[in-house]
């Protein structure tokens, strides 16, 4: 016999909830409108990623948030210039590199911010290291931050993403509006700068003499 039919009830899928790109994309959409309700929550969203972001370009806390504030109030007014081809984190780190760079050359100087910039993991003694290897490390860093304060914005940007950041090609280039390729260039030349700076100042071995 055959088996008699079932009778299925139809159970409609659960909407599914939008993701975080999408949620951004209503928020900005809706700014662009000039809903102040979506840009204070683009605000929130995005506040503690580019805080992450400044802080490690300064070094220096307090001047970090006061540069995430400058970015945002930049930002606004330039909302309905976004179009969409990168992400808005993208494009908002694209604003607030530029006023990084510009904080730089008001400064003249860079050694202080980037002094404490990963001091407390450095001095941090390691197992089984001798007492006098946290000061060697410490001496270290900050020779490289004076080398690094010698380096054109556009090399320093690049070296810092890449290699202290250590931000993949594409987004380190995205970010500061340029090629992987061009990138690759800045960084690679940024590097060979530092090394020859610390190799004269006796901080690591000159070339050919290890």
């Not at 941090?124 to 080398?147: H, M």
């Not at 290699?163 to 594409?170: K, Q, R, Y």
Request: aromatic content about 6%.
């Amino acid at each position: 016999m055959p088996e008699p039919r079932r009778h299925l009830r139809a159970v409609a899928d659960p909407p599914s909830e939008p993701s975080p790109a999408e949620i951004t994309a209503i928020l900005v959409e809706r700014a662009q409108r000039g809903e102040m309700g979506a840009w204070s929550r683009l605000y929130q969203d995005h506040f503690a990623g580019l805080y992450g972001h400044l802080r490690h370009l300064t070094g220096d806390p307090v001047v970090a948030e006061e540069l995430v504030q400058e970015t945002f109030v930049q930002a606004l007014p330039k909302i309905d210039r976004f179009d969409g081809r990168s992400t808005f984190a993208t494009w908002l780190h694209g604003i607030a590199i530029n006023i990084v760079r510009n904080h730089w050359r008001s400064r003249r100087s860079t050694a202080k911010a980037h002094a404490g910039l990963e001091a407390v993991e450095a001095v941090r003694p390691r197992r089984g290291e001798s007492p006098d290897v946290p000061f060697a490390r410490k001496q270290r860093i900050a020779a490289l931050y004076a080398a690094l304060e010698t380096l054109p914005d556009h090399l320093r940007l690049a070296f810092i993403l890449r290699d202290l950041e250590g931000l993949a090609p594409e987004e380190a280039a995205e970010r500061l509006g340029i090629t992987p390729n061009n990138l690759a260039v800045r960084a690679c030349r940024a590097r060979d700068r530092i090394r020859k700076l610390l190799a004269e100042g006796g901080v690591i071995a000159q070339e050919g003499t290890r």
